[in-house]
């Protein structure tokens, strides 16, 4: 008997293979989620500890960035006008890891970083570190114990602070520095876009070509010219990590109007394609408010989210034998090694919930089985 495939039933099989993949892959992340190290991860006295980023170095050791900033400033929005990006080192991916050096600190009012660094991103391309970052500045006074009850997010700080907030990068030859920082950020805000408010939360993949795929926050101004928008995640590229980063397309990939509204997303890749992961920041993709989502692209620019989207919840099970509904998870890292996924990083902390509630924050480390 004689078969023939129309080019349409072709496509659709293309699709369905697709699709079954993706499926697969998701449940190697759900379902392949081991218990958290208790003594894993990276935590420091006095200070607010967030959103880490780690690769291995060549001298076989892995390098994490972190943000941090003092504990005497409110969590939020003391991240915003007071943040450094610091280095910490471990001989194993799980930690502890050690607290080496600042990586990336203020600097002065006058530069578009000056006064704070945070959501940091670490790759590597040929003999070349590069950090990505989020950086701000402030024309006013710092916030110290005696004026901290003054600092609110309508506070003259966190105005000029969020109004700031730009993408840039910074390299080294060695992960331990010393760091380049340039004087102009690498994406920067453009009228009547979805990010004429601000850019922020990088997310990069470098290819093998030396090309550049960038996954970035952004929040646009509202009809008003006042208030901003909600937030919205888009994609720009760049011919290299140091050339003109273009944003693709006049509409974001994620937004309330389309998908959902999605934060801080982590971007890798293997043979069959690209693969994301955020915070289903309302629940309108997983219905799961605040966990995490998978979404899958063949180009980095043109998305679809996975058929089982819940990627992970913020109930985590640690090896003390806890299982423990953390008071938040967020910044989600994919470390990736020899081609696959081994461990997912996060941002938590205790308490019910809410950045208000939380006597501790530090990031910690989940490996997959």
Not at 133 to 157: A, C, D, I, R
Not at 224 to 229: C, F, L, N, Q, T
Request: aromatic share 12%.
């Amino acid at each position: 008997m004689k078969i023939v495939v129309s080019i349409k039933n072709l496509l659709f099989i293309v699709l369905l293979l697709k699709c079954t993949f993706f499926s697969t892959a998701q449940n190697s992340i759900l379902n392949n989620i081991d218990e958290a190290p208790v003594n894993g991860g990276f935590e420091m006295k006095d200070y607010w500890v967030w959103g880490s980023s780690v690769i291995k170095g060549d001298d076989n050791q892995y390098h994490m960035y972190a943000s941090r900033w003092p504990k005497y400033l409110p969590f939020h929005p003391g991240w915003m006008i007071a943040s450094e990006i610091v280095h910490a080192v471990s001989s194993t991916p799980e930690g502890p890891y050690k607290f080496n050096d600042v990586a990336l600190g203020a600097r002065g009012t006058q530069f578009w970083d000056g006064r704070s660094c945070h959501n940091p991103k670490i790759v590597k391309y040929k003999d070349t570190y590069i950090l990505y970052y989020m950086g701000s500045t402030h024309p006013f006074e710092g916030v110290t114990e005696q004026n901290v009850e003054e600092l609110t997010l309508e506070s003259k700080w966190c105005i000029a602070g969020r109004w700031g907030k730009r993408v840039g990068i910074a390299t080294s030859k060695s992960p331990n520095g010393p760091w380049t920082r340039l004087d102009k950020p690498i994406l920067d805000v453009s009228p009547n876009t979805f990010y004429s408010f601000l850019t922020s939360n990088p997310s990069p993949l470098i290819k093998e070509d030396g090309s550049v795929v960038l996954l970035f926050k952004g929040r646009g101004y509202k009809e008003d010219g006042i208030k901003h928008s909600d937030m919205s995640i888009g994609v720009a590229t760049a011919p290299g990590f140091d050339g003109k980063y273009t944003v693709q397309g006049d509409r974001p990939l994620f937004s309330i109007d389309n998908f959902g509204e999605i934060e801080d997303p982590h971007l890798w890749s293997d043979k069959n394609g690209y693969h994301m992961l955020a915070k289903d920041q309302r629940g309108q993709i997983s219905g799961h408010k605040h966990d995490g989502i998978l979404a899958h692209s063949e180009d980095g620019i043109n998305w679809v989210v996975d058929k089982n989207p819940l990627a992970y919840t913020k109930k985590v099970k640690w090896d003390n034998g806890k299982t423990i509904q953390q008071g938040q998870l967020e910044r989600v890292f994919v470390l990736v090694e020899n081609g696959k996924p081994t461990h997912l990083f996060f941002a938590t902390m205790d308490g019910p919930g809410g950045f208000g509630n939380s006597t501790k924050s530090w990031n910690m480390v989940v490996p997959l089985k």
